[in-house]
């Protein structure tokens, strides 16, 4: 059985407060975008799993594919017999879409179907969290307004097929626990709630990501990334999460001619 894990973009990010659990509250949007990896499970003698595509670093153990099996498992120890799985990466790693968590939040959905577990999305929902904050989101998988750790979800009705999305993803590595130490959380600026009564073309002077500023300064490319954006005609342009991912949101059909000092993967969806 296959399926094809999709990333996200954040639509502004504002970290408004740091918990007594070291976690960080945040609000932001987040919206599916049509960048997807492959993912297939088959009939195994014993459970493996194989990787193309894509480097993806980190042991086979703390892949989410990998820990969403084995957190199943234990639940229906008759129903999910071993298998082989095959992963094929097209999202980039650490780059603020959301891939490993989209996989993770995947698999437990892949397997609910494969097997017959019947598994709601509300109990997929839960399972997924467990994987981490913003898995969930992918088990909805509309456009969200994320709060808390980004698990606490609504659904906002935000439709930009209207649009281009042009999606830059620099070589550029990022430690997100660095990017929160340089953050002093303070209220966000404008309810994310409201996002969709906004026109898109207002965005640029009333939404913004916390990260931009301090990532900016220690990695110039990425403000070279969203200038040239803008300037070639991006309504909208953003760093996505803690980045390095920098998207642009553009009349249909434009497209912008980026050129920068550095190996970048670019994504268009027109």
Known sequence: MLCFPNCKINIGLYITRKREDGYHDIE??????????????????????????????????????????????????????????????VIPMGAGLGGGSADGAFMLQLLS?????????????????????????????????????????????????????????????????????????????IDLNLLPTIPVEQWKDKVSNDFEQPVFEKHPVLSEIKKQLCGQGAVYASMSGSGSSVYGIFPKGIKAAIQVDAAFKEFFAA
Request: glycine letters at 4%; charged letters at 20%; hydrophobic letters at 40%.
């Open 113 to 189: 179907n494969y097997f017959k577990l019947g598994l709601s999305r509300e109990q997929l929902a839960h399972y997924a969290l467990q994987l981490g904050s913003d898995c969930p989101f992918f088990i909805y998988n509309t456009p969200q307004f994320a709060s808390g750790r980004g698990e606490k979800l609504s659904e906002v009705s935000l439709d930009l097929s209207a649009y281009s999305l042009q999606l830059i993803c620099p070589e550029v590595h990022l430690s997100t626990a660095q990017a929160f130490s340089t953050i002093r959380p303070k209220a966000a600026p």
């Open 28 to 89: 932001t949007v987040f919206y599916p975008v049509q960048v997807r990896d492959v993912l297939e499970i088959v009939p195994a003698e014993k459970d493996d799993m194989h990787i193309s595509g894509l480097s993806v670093s980190g042991n086979l153990n703390d892949n989410l594919v990998w820990k969403a099996l084995q957190l199943l498992r234990p639940v229906y120890p008759d129903k999910i017999t071993p298998i082989d799985m095959y992963l094929h990466k």
